[in-house]
């Protein structure tokens, strides 16, 4: 994963909606990833194989067909809760590298209510499952957030060791005292009963889970440009010193933040355990949470703009996993395609804001 | 054409009329990107100036007048407008010389000192020299370069040791090496951006007899100021820059204070009542009409009991570190109080004077509560407060009118109205949840109302306007929230003549109106007219107390430096 982008000097404020699409023109992110996918036309060039063969039947495979479509849809529902765990702490002046672990600790506590707590109404489970999803998250971030209030540490470096804890945690877990006495030795624990998962779209993997990043989506655009707390929070992002001599809480709001970008994602591990793999396992997450920042990076932290950054890398993971099929091409291409398109629209973004 | 200049040396064509001269400008236009897209702003507009080899140079002007990108044109740092560049746009003794960078520049012979100055503080000025100069080979020959650095400091009678770390220096001695290193990097044209905004008043004379001295030695100095006295006090030429044009240029001879000031706020815009006195006695900046020093109370309200009121003591407050006995810093942490006892009633104005790094901003910190007090208290009203947050501060009726109101004060990636908003915020405005436009600009409107000072319009985002801008925005909100004790640090900075003028009437007003004031300032003329108390601090310690009547500049400026 690559954690060596240049970042910013400042987190871009999150203004309302206007002024911040501004600062991020669409013909340059157009640009980026035209030249990005150039770039990588090239690569196909070279081992041995016809890139306008390998787009078309990507184009096909993704965009044209109801399934591949489908299944983009399917990557956005936790792909968008993941950026707006980056996205929120951003806008209090925090990076929170640790939408991994908080979507595996929020799996974590999904999971324990269908395991302890099971009521048989849907109505009642799939919300008691979102609420712990939201706390196991929010907690492992509160850990980031309360060692940077009272101890100074970086929270860049807390929360991205806490995803291997948290990762960890879950293996203990599915390998020891939650595997399935059924389950021929798997490391999986016992499958959800129907009342504990997210109803799936017929013939598609695509659930009733995407009304949460909707949702969350919402709630975030609403507080952070119509209530005087958000308002509070984007000042304490775009100039922590201000704000503090303006009497606002500084350390209270981005500990709040933070706590609210760790509840996204871990919301991000209840529906993915409760839309798709209908039980707690090892590699529930593909890197959702990683990906996830680096939607929030792409799309300038900007909460309208996350959709189509979102959007955009779906469409390349899933393109990976097509080109696989179709060109014979490593599933990491889609990767490489992220990571190219990253490259070159912040690298573009960069240029523009270079110093008079 | 670099070799034959350095070649050279000043010394040798000591004469002032002969030859062409040193540096000629024509039709100088250096244009901006406007505020809306697609438009420019010339902040350089046809300029022509002339300079001659020994020659003392002042460039006069409002802030936002220009001459900062003039001089960072002459020092290839901008490259003028490429539509209006013709060979006799620059001359280098006679020759065209436009450079394409500041490095050009100083192989032309041509060294700036910038107003924030590129000095590496823990580095010493040996090794600070070094890293600017070029040719030294991989081996740094620090005895000789120690021998030369002194060499000039002798000649010039710069006292500093090429032996201290840049961080042990003052700021008036920072400068001293940042001029060595230019003459040791061999220029002959020297560049000063308001040079003495760092000095104490008795500092300043000394930074110009040492351009006497440069001059004397065939070197040219361009400098800019905002202050008339200084354009009039060492120059041969002054040329007056007035919305990136020339206004005036002569000989300074030919100039007196009245017609400078003219020069530079405009003769429609100079006000009948701004005619300073004669040129010796000049003020800056005309001091604002029918404000007398000391000023009585004009309404009948603050002649009671209210007047007599203290609004704000400190006493005894020390801030920082404890010292420690081996400390360089005799008694306390560096830009912490020492021990500061001070009290302001309501309507009373209580200057400070200071080389700023003395404990001004600690004076905020502490009153605002965002630096502990370690020793001592702080009583508003009365009340002892010590321990307070900055809610607290603000919701008893404190404002602090920030030293950088870009970093202090604003975000800057929101608009004019939000900011103003923003001002409000600590004082428990808006309450309430929700927060919609109408809120934010029923907010903003009422401000502006109350502020006679034009301002940027409410959606402009802070980050796009210019430095006076600003600080008419961070004022308007800052005077807007009917605070009772004002804590202002330079609060004229960056405005020009007129909006300068306005604002030492607003803080008079809102002390006439019963608020008491405490008035952080570098400008002794600015507190002279204003204060009715002065306090001069040193070292975090009140050095000093005078009324303004008895005030003298030459012993405040020796109190400022710590001689007493």
């Known amino acids: 994963m690559n954690f060596r982008l240049k970042l910013p000097d400042s987190a871009p404020s999150l203004q309302a909606a206007g002024p911040a699409l501004a600062g991020l023109p669409a013909a340059r992110a157009v640009l980026g990833v035209a030249l990005a996918l150039a770039i990588f036309g090239v690569f196909i060039l070279a081992s041995g194989r016809d890139p306008l063969d390998a787009l078309q039947g990507a184009w096909r495979g993704v965009i044209g067909s109801p399934f591949g479509l489908s299944e983009v849809g399917v990557t956005m529902i936790p792909l968008v809760l993941t950026a707006l765990a980056t996205a929120i702490p951003a806008r209090a002046g925090l990076v929170n590298v640790g939408g991994e672990g908080q979507l595996h600790t929020g799996a974590l506590a999904a999971t324990g209510i269908v395991l302890y707590f099971h009521v048989g109404a849907p109505a009642l489970m799939l919300p008691l499952m979102a609420l712990a999803g939201c706390a196991g998250g929010g907690l492992w971030a509160a850990a980031a957030a309360l060692l940077r209030r009272w101890r100074g540490v970086n929270e860049v470096i807390s929360t991205l060791l806490a995803n291997y804890i948290a990762i960890l945690l879950v293996n203990m877990l599915v390998f020891g005292p939650w595997k399935n006495p059924d389950g021929l030795g798997y490391p999986y624990t016992i499958p959800f009963d129907a009342a504990a998962i997210l109803p799936a779209i017929a013939g598609t993997r695509f659930h009733w889970g995407a009304l949460a990043p909707v949702l969350a989506l919402i709630v975030c655009y609403v507080i952070l440009t119509r209530t005087v707390w958000g308002f509070k929070m984007r000042a304490v992002g775009g100039n922590p010193e201000a704000a503090r001599r303006r009497g606002i809480a500084v350390d209270r709001y981005a500990a709040a933040a933070m706590i609210a970008g760790g509840a996204l994602a871990g919301l991000a591990g209840m529906v993915e355990v409760a839309g798709i793999h209908h039980d707690l396992r090892p590699g529930i997450s593909a890197n959702l949470g990683y990906l996830g920042l680096l939607a929030s990076w792409l799309a300038g932290h900007n909460l309208l703009v996350i959709i189509p950054a979102c959007f955009l890398m779906a469409v390349f993971l899933v393109t990976g996993d097509v080109l696989q099929l179709t060109a014979g091409l490593p599933s990491a291409a889609g990767m490489a395609l992220i990571g190219l398109v990253l490259f070159l629209v912040l690298g573009l973004r960069r240029l523009e804001r270079r110093p008079l | 054409m670099s070799a034959e200049n350095l070649e050279t040396s000043p010394n040798q064509d000591n004469h002032t009329g002969n030859g062409p001269p040193l540096l000629e400008l024509r039709g100088i236009t250096k244009s901006f990107p406007g505020p809306a897209p697609g438009t420019t702003i010339a902040a350089n507009d046809g300029i022509d100036l002339t300079l001659r080899r020994g020659e003392i140079h002042a460039v006069l002007g409002e802030n936002g007048s220009g001459k900062s990108t003039l001089m960072k044109v002459i020092y290839g740092y901008h490259a003028p407008d490429a539509s209006k560049v013709s060979p006799d746009s620059y001359r280098w003794l006679g020759r065209p010389a436009l450079p394409g960078s500041p490095a050009a520049a100083r192989r032309l012979g041509i060294g700036m000192v910038f107003q924030d100055f590129s000095l590496i503080p823990a580095l010493s000025v040996a090794e600070n020299v070094a890293l600017f100069l070029p040719g030294q080979g991989r081996m740094l020959r620090r005895r000789q370069l120690v021998r030369r650095i002194e060499q000039f400091a002798g000649e010039y009678d710069l006292e500093i040791d090429p032996r201290q770390r840049v961080d042990d220096l003052s700021l008036g001695e920072r400068q001293r090496v940042e001029l060595v290193k230019l003459l040791l990097a061999e220029a002959r044209l020297l560049i000063f951006d308001e040079p003495t905004s760092v000095l104490a008043p008795h500092e300043v004379d000394g930074l110009f007899r040492v351009f006497s001295a440069l001059k004397d030695n065939g070197y040219s100095v361009l400098f800019i100021t905002h202050k008339v006295r200084e354009a009039l006090a060492v120059s041969d030429n002054v040329t007056v820059l007035r919305r990136g044009r020339v206004t005036a240029t002569a000989p300074s001879r030919r100039f007196d204070a009245p017609s400078l000031v003219a020069a530079m706020v405009g003769a429609e815009n100079a006000p009948p009542s701004a005619a300073p006195e004669p040129a010796s006695a000049a003020p800056a900046v005309p001091k604002p009409p029918q404000t007398p020093p000391a000023h009585p109370p004009t309404t009948p309200e603050q002649t009671g009991g209210a007047q007599k009121e203290t609004a704000l003591e400190f006493r005894e407050v020390s801030t920082g570190r404890a010292p420690r006995p081996l400390s360089r810093f005799r008694g306390t942490t560096p830009g912490g109080l020492n021990a500061v006892s001070f009290s302001v009633r309501r309507g009373e104005i209580l ?189 975090g310690r009140i050095a000093g107390e005078f009324a303004p009547s008895e005030a003298s500049p030459q012993e405040i400026g020796l109190l400022m430096t710590g001689h007493t």
């Open chain 2, 351 to 539: 200057g400070v004077a200071g080389v700023a790094g003395n404990g001004q901003r600690a004076l905020g910190e502490a009153l605002l509560g965002l630096e502990p007090v370690r020793r001592g208290s702080i009583l508003l009203f009365g009340q002892p407060v010590t321990g307070h947050t900055v809610s607290d501060a603000l919701k008893g009726g404190v404002s602090v009118i920030p030293e950088n109101p870009l970093s202090d004060a604003m975000v800057p990636d929101m608009r004019v109205d939000e900011n103003l908003l923003l001002a409000g915020l600590g004082r428990g405005r808006p309450a309430g949840f929700w927060l919609n436009r109408n809120t934010i600009a029923n907010r903003a409107e009422a401000i502006r109302a109350g502020f006679p000072l034009t301002m940027a319009g409410p959606a402009a985002p802070v980050r796009s306007l210019s430095g006076g801008n600003i600080q008419r925005v961070m004022l308007a909100g800052e005077l807007g929230q009917g605070a009772s004790i004002f804590l202002a640090y330079y609060p004229t900075r960056g405005l020009d003549v007129l909006s300068a003028g306005a604002t030492r009437r607003l803080l008079l007003e809102q002390s006439n109106a019963g608020a008491a004031a405490v008035l952080v300032s570098e400008d002794l003329d600015e507190l002279l007219a204003l204060s009715d108390r002065l306090l001069v601090m040193y070292r």
